[in-house]
């Protein structure tokens, strides 16, 4: 089946935060109960046809903040030439490590080598001493050191496809902020969305998980609202697969919005 279309309908839910009634989260649980899968290196056709091995990792990261900048390179420190094609490179000098650029508009990113971020290991590369393999380094840098690559990578490496971003809401003279929690779609990437060639959300091939982002991602989420929050989103996630099953069973019209791209994969 092909990239299915965007802008479709989705079921969210609201919760106030426990630890404060001002803040309320809204959650796409259309997206977070449909079956999508990280397929990188295992179908994964890129986000540019003529470079199909780089995933989404061939503009580089961009920084959320000074703080997460300072968290990748000092991480990046621990990486040796046996783990990292570009562990050379980066080591420019004895007092330069670098690992950072800027874009055309200024902002901090990773830097890009040959074509891609430099901690992206190119698919056949060999050298002598070189042990590592095909993919993110500081993915692997987590494997090795048996920790969640929440911990290792960029904020937007970790996050995507999850979007978190923030609302204002006036009642009255109240005022309430949102935050929101949902899927990391082609439209919202703006205009550079429509510069991509394929995007794992909108496409079936990627909805092939064996469970939902909501517990395949469970780390992530976490990370992004908090252990309180996370267990109540659950908990309405819970509740809506328990209904999809029981639907499923009695053979029942699906009043329950589902991912299309999770419906197309299973057909």
């Known amino acids: 089946m092909s990239e299915i279309k965007p802008g479709f309908a989705r079921d969210w839910i609201e919760f106030t935060d426990p630890s404060d009634e001002s803040e309320i989260y809204k959650c796409d649980i259309t997206w977070l109960t449909s079956f999508w899968s990280c397929i990188y290196g295992d179908g994964c056709k890129g986000v540019f ?31 040796t030439p046996e783990m990292w094609q570009f562990h050379n490179e980066a080591l420019a000098s004895v007092d330069n490590f670098l690992v950072s650029d800027v874009d055309e508009d200024g902002d901090r990113k990773t830097r890009t080598i040959e074509g891609s971020c430099i901690f992206l ?57 949102i935050t929101v929690i949902g899927e990391y779609e082609r439209l919202a990437w703006g205009d550079g969305g429509d510069d991509f060639d394929w995007y794992c959300t909108s496409n ?13 991602n469970k780390t992530e989420l976490i990370a992004l609202m908090g252990e309180a929050n ?24 699906l009043f329950i919005i589902t991912h299309p791209a999770t419906l197309g994969a299973a057909l």
């Not at 380094?137 to 490496?157: I, R």
Request: proline fraction near 5%.
């Open 121 to 177: 290991n190119r698919k056949g590369y060999t050298a002598p001493g070189f042990a590592g393999s095909f993919g993110c380094v500081l993915h692997h840098l987590a494997q090795k050191e048996d920790l969640h690559f929440v911990e290792t990578k960029p904020d937007v490496c970790w996050q995507l496809p999850l979007r978190r971003s923030f609302e204002t809401r006036e009642v009255g003279e109240r005022e309430y902020s």
């Open 204 to 216: 079936t091939e990627a909805h092939v998980g064996t469970e939902p982002v909501y517990l395949s």
């Open 230 to 253: 996370y267990r109540i989103l659950a908990s309405h996630c819970d509740s809506r697969m328990a209904a999809i099953r029981e639907l499923t069973r009695r053979s029942l019209p």
């Open 49 to 79: 046809a003529d470079r199909p091995n780089d995933g989404c990792c061939t503009e580089g990261a961009m920084y959320s903040d000074e703080e997460d900048e300072k968290r990748v390179v000092d991480i990046a420190r621990r990486l």
